[in-house]
């Protein structure tokens, strides 16, 4: 039996939703698995830069986005994130068209890590307390990974107990219709169209202000050393 569906999630939220998590699988990816002296672990940090800009984008959505994008439909009393939880416990858990409690508290945690992460990152690069802020960025870092498979271990049990189209939403922007919610009328088509413009013109810049010889970047005026380069220039003035 076919079920009415309700649109959920509109495009620049499902645009940004892939492109969050490429982005972050890049940078873990990198960090993990490529030596740092490679030219390829640069890209941990553009990686993360570029997750840092898509966060922005983000948080202004969040303010004049859609009904569902909006940070207002987020559902963050910590009495209904208890109540969810309990009654997922139970096997009961309620629907919603928009973000449920838990994934409302996991989207924030998650916009806060990366700015975590961000800041740390540019810390070590600039050298200010080296040693603190990796310990930072590597407890973000872990701490993000564990939400991040909590979050989909959710999503999954989610899509197993109620079968509601949560997992294609993030695909098609429709879940079954939730009694007493409203879909979104639009998918913002437009404003998808100008996200992903904005994210390759910022892209662009980081390609034209990146020294690959060097492995550092230029960002708005301040230098970052990106690499682990010891400098080749030390050695020729040694010579």
């Given amino acids: 039996m076919n079920q009415e569906k309700s649109i959920s999630y509109d495009l620049p939220l499902r645009i940004f939703h892939f492109l969050f998590a490429v982005l972050f699988i890049t940078s873990f990816s990198i960090a993990k698995f490529v030596d740092d ?15 840092t800009f898509i966060i922005i984008l983000r948080v202004f959505w969040g303010f004049f986005g859609s ?24 096997g009961e858990s309620k ?20 700015i975590a992460l961000f800041l740390s990152g540019l810390f070590m690069v600039k050298g200010v307390n080296k040693h603190f802020f990796e310990e930072v960025h590597e407890l973000s870092a872990n701490t993000f990974i564990v939400l991040v498979i909590v979050h989909i271990a959710g999503v999954l049990f989610h899509q197993f ?22 879909g979104i009328s639009s998918t913002k088509r437009f404003v998808a169209f100008l996200f992903i413009a904005l994210f390759v013109m910022f892209s662009l810049y980081l390609k034209m202000n990146f020294n690959f010889e060097k492995q550092s970047l230029n960002l708005f005026g301040t230098h970052l050393q990106l690499g682990e380069i010891e400098n080749a220039q030390d050695h020729d003035d040694d010579d």
């Avoid at 002296?37 to 553009?46: K, P, V």
């Avoid at 909006?70 to 209904?80: A, E, N, T």
């Fill in 161 to 182: 107990r109620h079968d509601d189209g949560l997992i294609t939403s993030m695909f098609n922007g429709q879940k079954n219709a939730v009694f007493g919610e409203v």
């Fill in 95 to 114: 629907r919603y068209l928009g973000h449920n409690p838990a994934s409302s508290y996991a989207a924030i945690a998650m916009f806060l890590l990366t």
């Fill in 67 to 90: 009904k569902f994008s909006k940070f207002s439909s987020f559902q963050l009393k910590p009495s209904l994130l208890v109540k969810y939880l309990k009654s997922i416990v139970i």
């Fill in 37 to 51: 002296e490679s030219i390829l672990y640069t890209f941990h940090m553009i990686s993360g830069i570029l997750m």
